[in-house]
Every structure is written in structure tokens, then in C-alpha cells.
């Protein structure tokens, strides 16, 4: 089955269909119906528990497959305590992140393993000019691998627009889109960049739901992976 008869597989409209191909035709995925290009899928879990006004604890785990379930690529776990420099904004964040790999040997349909050791620091902001919500985050990667060691930056932009609601309230249908862009410490300096679009639901204050593609370009290659993601803003006290 191609890609273009998958998205309407899975109930996407047409507003949205052409939506989320845009995104990725822009960044020059021109390949994206291609029946030989790769298709991933990632199911993934964020935390952000507030601890008080000041302070609060990002969880995160990323199920990577290879296919859209089954065939696992990467298991990625994320932790990090922050500081608010301004309440609800702001805020810098000290963390660590294991990844868990399993590629392929080039030529042959067995699997390797491996894994990595991170330590990142990151600034995040918030503006919103009317319906259209923002978020700025920088990060840097400290990686430390079996034998060997790389620092990574990443710079990430995303927006959030409530289709039905004026403000990210309980019950709004929203739209979500980010690009990030990660560059190595050394050559070659580019490591990867991702766009993504997807649709999301608001359950209440503290949960979320959101369903998208997200189109991965690399320097030699590119991917197209389906993402379906669940948001936890739950705080420990209220």
C-alpha cells in the first residue's frame, strides 16, 4: 500500500491530507508517495510535571519502529529537572537521556545493538500572538557513546493553532507543526532536520493527544515516520 492511500486509510481528510503532504513537499520531500521510501512509526509519551511554581520534572519516552509496529528502531528515555525564570515560561532545564538502538547490518536483514549516554542542557520560551501559539527550545547534547564522544545543538520551532476555540482549552482541536534542526560539533556539521504537522485534541488541562507525520532529512537520506503522541501536564500538587 502506498503512503498517499495510507493517510486515508487512517481517516485523514482532505484539508488535512493536503495539509501534512505541504509540509513535507516544502522541505522538499518530493519523494513522499514514493511506494520504496521508508515508513516509521513512533509512539511517544511527555511528562512535565509541575513541582511548584518555580521548579519542574520532564519525563519522556519514544517508542522508534521500523515499521509501524513491531520492528523496533530505537528506544529513547528522557528526564531533566527545570527552572522557571518567569512563571509559565522561560525556563531552563538540566537532563539525561538513554537511546537504545537496534540498526540493521547494511546488506542483510539482521540486527545490530547499541546505545548512548546524554547529558543536555536546554532553554526554553513561549510567545502567543493570537491564536497562534510558540515555543522556542535550544538544546545542547553532551553524548557519550561505547567509544567515542560528540556534542550535538539542536534548535527547535513549533506552533500550535486551536481550530475550534480561541486558546489551547479543554476540548480544542488544534493543529501542531515544529521544525528542528540538529547540528554536530563536528564534520560534517549537519546531522539531521524534522518537520512535522499533526492534529491534536485537548482532553483537559493537563492531557493531550496529538496524530501526525513528521519527514526526517538527513545529509544522504530521508525518512517519513507516522507519530502518535500523548501529553502529561498533571502536577504533583495543585
Given amino acids: 500500500m502506498g503512503i498517499c492511500k495510507t493517510f486515508k486509510m487512517f481517516g485523514f481528510n482532505n484539508k488535512?491530507?493536503?495539509?501534512?503532504?505541504l509540509i513535507a513537499l516544502f522541505t522538499g520531500g518530493n519523494k513522499l508517495?514514493?511506494?520504496?521510501?521508508?515508513?516509521?512509526?513512533?509512539?511517544?509519551?511527555f511528562g512535565n510535571q509541575r513541582i511548584n511554581?518555580?521548579?519542574?520534572?520532564?519525563?519522556?519516552?519514544?517508542y522508534r519502529n521500523y515499521n509501524f509496529i513491531g520492528d523496533l528502531r530505537q528506544l529513547v528515555f528522557r528526564t531533566?529537572?527545570?527552572?522557571?525564570?518567569?512563571?509559565?515560561?522561560?525556563?531552563?532545564?538540566?537532563?539525561?537521556?538513554?537511546?537504545?538502538?537496534?540498526?540493521?547490518?547494511p546488506g542483510t536483514n539482521k540486527k545490530t545493538s547499541n546505545?548512548?549516554?546524554?547529558?543536555?542542557?536546554?532553554?526554553?520560551?513561549?510567545?502567543?500572538?493570537?491564536?497562534?501559539?510558540?515555543?522556542?527550545?535550544?538544546?545542547?547534547?553532551?553524548?557519550?557513546?561505547?567509544?567515542?564522544?560528540?556534542?550535538?545543538?539542536?534548535?527547535?520551532?513549533?506552533?500550535?493553532?486551536?481550530?475550534?476555540?480561541?486558546?489551547?482549552?479543554?476540548?480544542?482541536?488544534?493543529?501542531?507543526a515544529y521544525n528542528e534542526i540538529f547540528l554536530r560539533s563536528t564534520n560534517p556539521v549537519f546531522d539531521q532536520d524534522r518537520i512535522y504537522g499533526a492534529?491534536?485534541?485537548?482532553?483537559?488541562?493537563?492531557l493531550r493527544l496529538e496524530t501526525g507525520v513528521m519527514y526526517q532529512i538527513f545529509e544522504t537520506e530521508n525518512k517519513l515516520q507516522f507519530q502518535f503522541v500523548f501529553m502529561n501536564n498533571i502536577p504533583f500538587k495543585k
Fill in 80 to 105: 531533566g529537572i527545570g527552572y522557571n525564570l518567569t512563571e509559565n515560561n522561560n525556563n531552563v532545564l538540566l537532563g539525561y537521556a538513554f537511546v537504545y538502538s537496534e540498526p540493521y547490518i
Fill in 33 to 45: 508517495c514514493a511506494q520504496n521510501n521508508e515508513v516509521g512509526n513512533w509512539l511517544i509519551y
Fill in 199 to 206: 492534529v491534536g485534541y485537548v482532553i483537559n488541562n493537563n
Fill in 53 to 62: 511554581k518555580d521548579w519542574n520534572w520532564w519525563n519522556e519516552v519514544q
Fill in 16 to 21: 488535512l491530507f493536503s495539509f501534512l503532504i
Fill in 115 to 176: 546505545s548512548n549516554n546524554t547529558i543536555y542542557q536546554q532553554f526554553i520560551t513561549r510567545q502567543n500572538f493570537g491564536r497562534v501559539f510558540i515555543q522556542h527550545r535550544y538544546r545542547i547534547e553532551e553524548r557519550f557513546f561505547a567509544s567515542d564522544f560528540g556534542m550535538r545543538f539542536r534548535y527547535f520551532l513549533s506552533f500550535n493553532i486551536p481550530l475550534n476555540q480561541k486558546v489551547m482549552d479543554p476540548k480544542a482541536v488544534y493543529l501542531s
